[in-house]
Antibody, heavy 122, light 107 residues
Framework: EVQLVESGGGLVKPGRSLRLSCTASGFTFGDYALSWYRQAPGKGLEWVGFIRNKAYGETTRYAASVEGRFSISRDNSNSIAYLHMNSLKTEDTAVYFC?????????????WGQGALVTVSS | DIQMTQSPSSVSASVGDRVTITCRASQDISSWLAWYQQKPGKAPKLLIYAASTLQSGVPSRFSGSGSGTDFTLTISSLQPEDFVTYYCQQAISFPYTFGQGTKLEIK
């Protein structure tokens, strides 16, 4: 069974840092591109960033709203992706989802985690 | 950034009805479009990708069409579990962007 499980969410003060983890199982993690999305309470979906698989150099891209503050990394040996969030703002409050996409599905986000809530508040 | 405009933002329908949701891109995205279903408190679920390809395991009552800038998601015969929210997403260029969502409500 394919699973993506996010962890590391919680309450954090503005300006502080937080790291989310996404632990994968049930598929060949190294073959997949991984993305992070977020959804503010009662709002729509927002793409946060993306890391390619090893075959494509594990390059990353980010939304303008998080560029320079957030970064994505991956540990293929342990099937974990990370979202490193620095200089957090109240507007970063959201549920964060990690996703997996592969060549076989046209690089569309087939697998989604259940989400991790991040609340930025003083 | 590519703007995605979904319509309607909400629609009321009955079980067994046929419903169509439209999505318009602000520029040509070829067939780089996905449709997602999201139930309250849950992660989105991929229904359709490449504008018209049904994701494995998704019921055949869901279908997608379109290319360029205009796309549609059709549910041929609504079931009770379909009354949730749907999003379109363009995947041709970063940043990936979504429509604002369409909430399907029971009449």
């Amino acid at each position: 069974e394919v699973q993506l499980v996010e962890s590391g969410g919680g309450l954090v003060k503005p300006g502080r840092s937080l790291r989310l983890s996404c632990t994968a199982s049930g598929f060949t993690f190294g073959d997949y591109a991984l993305s992070w999305y977020r959804q503010a309470p009662g709002k729509g979906l927002e793409w946060v960033g993306f890391i390619r698989n090893k075959a494509y150099g594990e390059t990353t891209r980010y939304a303008a709203s998080v560029e320079g503050r957030f970064s994505i990394s991956r540990d293929n040996s342990n099937s974990i992706a990370y979202l490193h969030m620095n200089s957090l703002k109240t507007e970063d409050t959201a549920v964060y989802f990690c996703t997996g996409a592969s060549y076989s599905s046209g690089w569309y986000d087939t697998y989604w985690g259940q989400g991790a809530l991040v609340t930025v508040s003083s | 950034d590519i703007q995605m405009t979904q319509s309607p933002s909400s629609v009321s329908a009955s079980v067994g009805d046929r419903v169509t949701i439209t999505c318009r891109a602000s520029q040509d995205i070829s067939s780089w479009l996905a449709w997602y279903q999201q139930k309250p408190g849950k992660a989105p679920k991929l229904l359709i990708y490449a504008a018209s390809t049904l994701q494995s395991g998704v019921p055949s009552r869901f279908s997608g069409s379109g290319s360029g800038t205009d796309f549609t998601l059709t549910i041929s015969s609504l079931q009770p579990e379909d009354f949730v929210t749907y999003y379109c997403q363009q995947a041709i260029s970063f940043p990936y962007t979504f429509g604002q969502g369409t909430k399907l409500e029971i009449k």
